[in-house]
Every structure is written in C-alpha cells, then in structure tokens.
C-alpha cells in the first residue's frame, strides 16, 4: 500500500496534488475583500446526501422556506436523478409554486444520458432553473475510476454539455443556467481542467448575455488556501470566455480551512460560493456559509443574508440533519459569546460600559455585538474556576440587580472561588445568589420577630429573638431605619442602604442591603428579604449586625 508514510520516507515522492502553481504575479494577496459574492446554499443537496437519513421531503420543505427567510437567492434543492424523494421535492416545489421569483433553483446531474434526461425531468415548469453537470477529471479519477485518456474525458463532459444544450433548447418556457464542475478540480492539472472548461463553455456558448456558471471544487481539500487561491487565480485569468462565466468555488473542509479557502477565492476572482449552512455536507463537511457571511459582517460589509436569529436557524438545521451543533461552532455556537476567564470578563464589562449604540463595536474579546445574532447578553458572563469578581458580579447584577459595594467583592469573590474549586463545575447565577444569600443573610444570634410602626415610621417597637430568648424594644428616628437602630441600641452605624424587588410580579420579595460600620469603623454588609420592603431593610440590619457578632 502506498501511504502517507512513504512520501515522508522519500519527500521527492511528492503527491501530485501539492505541486505549486507558477503564478509569480498573483495579484490575491495584496487584494481586500470589498464585496460579498453571490451565496448558493447546496444544504438539500451536498449537505443532505451527507446525513445518515436524508431529509424527508417535509423536512427538506422545512429547510427550503427557511433558507428563503435567510435571503438565499440561488438554492441546489436536489440530486433528482439519484433519489425518488429529491424528484418528488423538486415537483412539489415547482408544482405547488413554492420558489419566490427571485429564488433560482439548482438540480444537479451526473454525465450520463439517462440520468439528465431524468434530471431535466424534474424542473420543467419552473421559471428558471440551473442545471448543473459535474464529471470528475483528475488523475486518479481518468486512470482508476474511467479508464480514460485525457481528450476522452473531456470529450464526455463537452458530449453531455451538448445533450443539456439540446434538451433545454425544446423547452424554452424554462429559463436555462448551465453550470458544470471539473469534480476533483483541485487535484486536477491545471492547464487540463482549464481544457475541459474552455470546451464546454464553447458549447454552451457562454458570453456576457448569457452567463454559464463554472464551479471549481476543492473536492476534497488537499491543499492549503493559499494553494486554492493560487489556482482560482490561475484559472480566472486563462478561461477564455471569462466574461460569459460566474466563476463559482465549492470549498470542502478536510484540512479545516475551508472558510479561509472560500475568503482567498474571492480575493483571486471567484464571483460565487457554494456552501451550507453550518459547514454540513460530505466528510468534514462543505464550507460554512454562516461563518462565511458572519466574517464579511464582521468587517462591516453586510453579507445580504439575514442571520439575525441565529438560535432558530440551528434548530432547524439540527433537527433537519440530526447533527447537534458543536458549542463553540463560530457566531452560532452555545459559548461563543461567553467568557469564563476573570481578565476576560473584567475587559467585556467595561466595554459594554462605554459601547454607545451608535457607534463602532468594539467590545474587547467579542468579535461583534451577540446581540446581532439574536444573543442575549446575560450568558456572555459565566463563572468557573477561572473568573474574577468582574464576572460574579456582572452576573448578581444582571441576574438580581445585586450592586455590592466595590470594596466588597474581594472577600466575596474567595468565597466564591473556593465554591468553584470545590465542585469544579461552572457557577450558573442561581448557585452565584445562593452564596451570595448564605454569606450575606444571618438570622442568629438577633433575629427580627415583628416590627410595629407609628407616627409616620418615625417610632417603632420590635420583637427581638436574641440568643433564643425574645426581647421588646423600641425606637424613635426620622424614619424606620434611623429608629430601629436606636431600638438595637448597638455600637453600630449606618452607612449605606439600598432596596431593589427580586421580581416584576406583586408576589416579588424585596431585598435591601446595608453596609453597617462596626466600633472600629470596617464597614460590614448585610441582606435582607421580605415581602415587605421596610421589613427587609430592618432584615438586612439585623443580618449586617450578626456578621460583626460572627467575626
Ligand atoms: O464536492 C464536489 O466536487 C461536488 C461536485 C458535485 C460539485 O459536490
Ligand atoms: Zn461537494
């Protein structure tokens, strides 16, 4: 068996399939991407003959609509010579009027008579339609798979182009876009590929009026980017009609660099991309195009689709493809927006202090505003072992309005920290507030029985449990607060107070905090709760007075 391992062993045995491409002049690396190109999504095609069951014909319907929703304007909806339930799709789309005016259908065929016959069958009656033939033309493929020199190869591909050609012509109700791909371009010699392009272009009498698409595979991604790039380049500058073709790319992922390989194609003169959403499709799937899009937005160039609710997009295709989406897929994923580490967390609550919303996003470690994906921002802090008191506190605070005083997250935030070292999980915001309540509500020794009020809350009289036994006492102030301290008659004092409702609905408790500053003047924290916002206040007191009794 020959293998990668030979070729290491003797690196003159270079795989045919890197070999550079001699293009000294190349003018993509100096060039910006300054438009997006025109996006085909091939998810019912390329993407649902990956799935271990492909999409019904509901599901498929399903995913269409959405894609429509989405702003697609080009959709490969079927490879209808290989499946009954793709034939019938395509019919019923067609049949039940289905495709906006301004949604192109695409079928694709192989070069077989019988099957584009079958293929052409499928799309009569629509308005416009793109039929596309593909036929392999790389070494392995002539010497292994057909059997054929070159010029047989290419012969077949220009004999069924000619086929295509004849049917469309007895059906001019249809408006016909021919679009044939080189199969396992990127492993094909260069000058040959541009051969069989040049031929069947010349057939389909490709000009400005009447545009053919040639679509160039990166089959299987054997190369790097800049490789594909290099032979986009290449081949955009020798077809001979360039200006009668939409020079199209098909970027597959089995080196990882499929959304780079689309970025660099475009930069080298590809006019449009085939894709899926979420980088579905054969092995490792095709190029993603909601990353693709999602890039160009992020450099302010709007990519003319709508991702705005990413959440329900990737429902959809999850449930369409039974794949879940991975949590860090980029812009879609559960954690892209979300930074668990404390430096993190610290730069992102201060951007988000001074991010106006009129002007550029520029919130450090957030590529754009997760709100633009439909993302909420309470999930973009979470807690681990990793965060700082930045993250604690951005989620008490937008969890239960909890604004502890700065001098306090120190101490709270060790509190915390042991928590997480302890379970090594992540602190989701209702176990945040159940350390918070533990470290700041106590109800021993004081605890507040019953409050009474007078004269406009400036008297009070209280029941007080102290070391289990319950006392009276009472105090005049000029409101509650300032009374009930008299009432405990401690070395304490006031020094801040604030309540906020834990809720919307009357049933809502309130909290109040205090900070209370001890004989030696540290102040020290205290919570409360109640149904009653007064009673809490008096609460907190009680619990700020118990910390200084506990420390
Ligand atoms: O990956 C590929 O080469 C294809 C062709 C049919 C375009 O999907
Ligand atoms: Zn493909």
Redesign the pocket.
């Known amino acids: 068996m020959t293998s990668i391992k030979n070729m290491l062993k003797d690196p003159s045995k270079k795989y045919p399939r890197t070999q550079a491409i001699n293009l000294p002049d190349r003018q993509w690396p100096s060039r910006e991407l300054t438009h997006v190109p025109i996006w085909m999504s ?1 998810d019912l ?2 993407g649902n003959q990956a799935l271990f069951e492909p999409m019904s014909v509901a599901r498929k319907f399903e995913f269409f609509k959405m894609l429509v929703q989405i702003g697609l304007k080009e959709i490969e909806v079927a490879f209808p010579s290989a499946s009954e339930t793709d034939f019938d799709f395509v019919r019923s789309l067609i049949e039940g009027k289905h495709i906006p005016d301004d949604v192109t259908i695409e079928v ?1 065929t192989q070069a077989r008579e019988h099957l584009i016959r079958r293929t052409f069958e499928s799309v009569y009656g629509a308005k416009r339609a793109i039929v ?1 033939l ?1 036929s ?1 033309t790389s070494p392995v493929w002539r010497e292994t798979v057909f059997r054929m020199s070159r010029d047989e190869t290419r012969d077949m591909a220009v004999k069924h182009a000619q086929l295509m050609k004849d049917i469309a012509a007895e059906h001019p109700e249809t408006e016909w876009v021919f679009q044939y ?1 080189p ?3 990127t492993a094909t010699e260069l000058d040959f590929a541009l051969e069989v392009c040049d031929a069947v272009a010349d057939v389909w009498e490709a000009r400005p009026d009447k545009k053919i698409i040639i ?1 160039l ?4 991604e054997v190369s790097s980017p800049n490789r594909y790039a290099d032979q986009i380049e290449w081949m955009h500058r020798h077809l001979k009609r360039r200006d009668g073709i939409i020079l199209s790319v ?1 970027p ?1 992922n089995d080196r990882g660099t499929a959304v780079a390989a689309a970025e660099l194609a475009v930069l080298a003169g590809a006019d449009r991309v ?1 894709g899926c959403l979420f980088g579905n ?2 092995r490792t799937g ?1 190029v993603d195009l909601v990353t693709l899009a999602m890039n160009f937005y992020s450099q302010g160039i709007h990519p003319g689709l709508d991702f705005s609710d990413i959440d329900k997009i990737s429902a959809v295709v999850e449930r369409a493809t039974s794949i879940p989406l991975h949590p860090r897929h980029p812009y879609a994923g559960n954690l892209v927006f979300t930074a668990f580490s404390g430096s993190h967390q610290d730069a992102i609550r201060k951007g988000f202090a001074v991010q106006k919303d009129d002007a550029v996003w520029a919130v450090p470690y957030l590529p754009i505003d997760p709100a633009d994906v439909g993302r909420s921002y309470e999930a973009i802090i979470r807690v681990n072992s990793q965060s700082g008191k930045g993250g604690i506190a951005h989620i008490l605070e937008t969890a239960y309005g909890v604004k502890l005083p700065a001098s306090e997250w120190p101490s709270f935030s060790k509190v915390v920290q042991v928590v997480a070292d302890e379970t090594g999980q992540e602190l989701t915001a209702p176990k945040l507030w159940e350390i918070f309540c533990a470290s700041y509500e106590k109800s021993a020794p004081l605890t507040l029985l019953k409050q009474v009020q007078s004269n406009e809350g400036r008297q009070i009289r209280v029941t007080l449990e102290k070391n289990g036994k319950p006392e009276e006492a009472q105090g005049e102030g000029n409101g509650p607060i300032e009374a009930f301290m008299k009432a405990l008659n401690l070395p304490v004092k006031l020094r801040h107070f604030e309540e906020r409702s834990l809720g919307d609905d009357e049933q809502a408790e309130a909290m109040a905090i205090v900070t209370l500053e001890d004989e030696k003047g540290v102040p020290v924290i205290g919570m409360g709760r109640d149904r009653n916002s007064g009673t809490a206040a008096l609460k907190a007191i009680v619990s700020a007075c118990n910390r200084i009794h506990a420390a």
């Open positions: 091939t095609r390329d694709l596309h593909y392999a791909s199969e396992t371009f679509n595979p990166a089959t299987v098909h597959h085939e499709g054969e095709n």
